[in-house]
């Protein structure tokens, strides 16, 4: 059984700073993409920031030049570094890992989420 357990969440000033963690845990055979998404109350999720196996990442405009999403592959942890938070960046933050559970067997995963809230 795998799990993905989010941390880092909190309440934070405009401007201020956090580090969002998402660990996988459980018996996988390797994990392909990692992202974070976010749904804040009354709208839809979004994708935040997504990391490919390789590296290569993608990011919604919303947080561009702010969040750096990055992976420790020999954790199975990704990581999200929000800068510059805005009070549009509350919101229930999830963790999403798309990996193989064997070398054939594919599957999407999501952690039950970490809260981020960004009030003076």
């Known amino acids: 059984q795998v799990q993905l357990v989010e941390s880092g969440g909190g309440l934070v000033h405009p401007g201020g700073s956090l580090t969002l963690s998402c660990a996988a845990s459980?018996?996988?055979?390797?994990?392909?993409?990692m992202a974070w998404e976010r749904q804040a109350p009354g709208k839809e999720r979004e994708l935040v920031a997504r990391?490919?196996?390789?590296?290569?990442?993608d990011y919604v405009d919303s947080v561009k030049g702010r969040f750096t999403i990055s992976r420790d592959n020999a954790k199975n942890t990704v990581y999200l570094q929000m800068n510059n938070l805005k009070p549009e960046d509350t919101a229930l933050y999830y963790c999403?890992?798309?990996?193989?559970?064997?070398?054939?067997?594919?599957?999407?995963?999501w952690g039950r989420g970490t809260q981020v809230t960004v009030s003076s």
């Open positions: 990391i490919t196996s390789d590296g290569s990442t």
């Open positions: 999403n890992a798309d990996l193989y559970l064997t070398a054939t067997s594919r599957s999407d995963y």
């Open positions: 459980g018996v996988l055979f390797r994990i392909r993409h």
